[in-house]
């Protein structure tokens, strides 16, 4: 009898703990107005999700990507969602003097920065053949998705520690559990989890006030994640994926509390520790959705 109501209160404690520790919903949302944030990747997808959240909660914004009539559209939308201030920077991630630009008008126009969320991304899905195309888009990619998170990071570092701010790097389930046809992609963001882990373990260390939340995101509803789906995965349910507006509100979220590392939706931390624990399994589940 007393085994079981032993093992009746581990059961409770750690029902609790999950509640407070993961459930629980903490987030107030005036703890955003007026601060200054900047999102990359801004003109689409979860990026332009990210400006209307942070639009809706009063934050001042500058939002960048290479499309500037895109960016405009959006950045007219997010005034009317009750953005403090909205600014936009248009330049291309693969060019380091036009990350340049992006750094100096963001601490020009907003004085400051207390939030980052680096979140753009390209992608060449597809076989890996070997040819000189895959590794010239190798490259381009590789300083996108990783070199130009660093760059943006690096130099934004000082400004985030003043203000004891947050970095928020997007990542995927794709950057802990290889994904055939999408190896360069999903090399960048194990490239990404790498640096930026061992960066918030600097941080520490060197007991800054900046931290790093890295977000790990799993099928979301995005135009250019359905289609690569589609394509690419074509045995994966598209109807599984998350809607666009529900993940930029979980990474909000996660920043704001500066939490090391979060996963939306749920699926997305189920994928992972499965891997962790049966890696062969999952594995083959993935070659199955070819
Ligand atoms: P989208 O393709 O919808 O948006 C990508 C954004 O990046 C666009 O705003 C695009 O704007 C910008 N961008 C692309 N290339 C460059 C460049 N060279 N310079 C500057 N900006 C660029 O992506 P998602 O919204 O789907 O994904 C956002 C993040 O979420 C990514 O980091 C992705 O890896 C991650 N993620 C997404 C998942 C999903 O299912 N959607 C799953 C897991 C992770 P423009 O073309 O105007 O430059």
Redesign the pocket.
């Known amino acids: 009898m007393q085994k079981y109501v032993v093992a009746a209160a581990v059961i409770a404690a750690i029902a609790i703990g999950f509640y407070f520790f993961v459930l629980r919903d903490t987030f107030d949302p005036n703890s955003v107005r007026d601060k200054r944030v900047l999102v ?8 332009e999700q990210l400006a209307y959240q942070y639009s809706k909660f009063g934050a001042r914004l500058i939002l960048t ?3 500037e009539k ?1 960016l405009q559209e959006v950045a007219v939308k997010c005034r009317h969602l009750g953005a403090a201030q909205v600014e936009i920077v248009p ?4 060019n380091a003097s036009e990350r340049e630009t992006v750094i100096e008008e963001t601490l020009k126009r907003l004085k400051g920065v207390d939030y980052v969320v680096l ?4 992608s060449y899905p597809g076989f890996w053949l070997g040819n000189d195309k895959n590794l010239t888009d190798l490259q381009k990619l590789f300083e ?1 998705n990783f070199v130009a998170y660093v760059h943006l990071a690096s130099k934004l570092m000082e400004s985030l520690d003043e203000s004891g701010g947050s970095l928020a790097i ?1 990542s ?2 794709a950057g802990n559990v290889a994904m055939p046809k999408f190896a360069s992609y999903s090399s960048s ?1 194990f490239a990404l989890q790498g640096f930026f882990s061992a960066l918030r373990q600097e941080l520490i260390i060197r007991q800054k006030n900046a931290s790093v939340t890295i977000c790990v ?4 509803d ?4 359905m289609v690569a789906t589609k394509e690419h995965t074509p045995k994966m349910d598209v109807s599984l ?1 998350a809607p ?1 507006a529900d993940a930029a509100l979980a990474i909000i979220k996660a920043v704001t509390a500066k939490v090391n590392i979060m996963y939306f939706p749920l699926a997305a931390y189920l994928g992972v520790m499965g891997h962790k624990f049966f890696p062969t399994l999952i594995d083959y589940i993935v070659r199955g959705l070819i």
């Not at 995101?217 to 979301?220: C, F, K, P, Q, T």
């Not at 995005?222 to 994640?225: H, I, K, L, R, V």
């Open positions: 990359t990747g801004a003109s689409t997808g979860i990026g990507a290479r499309r895109v330049a291309d991630m693969a979140n753009h991304v390209i996108v997007v995927s389930v963001k995101l799993g099928l979301i995005t135009e250019s994640a994926a666009a």
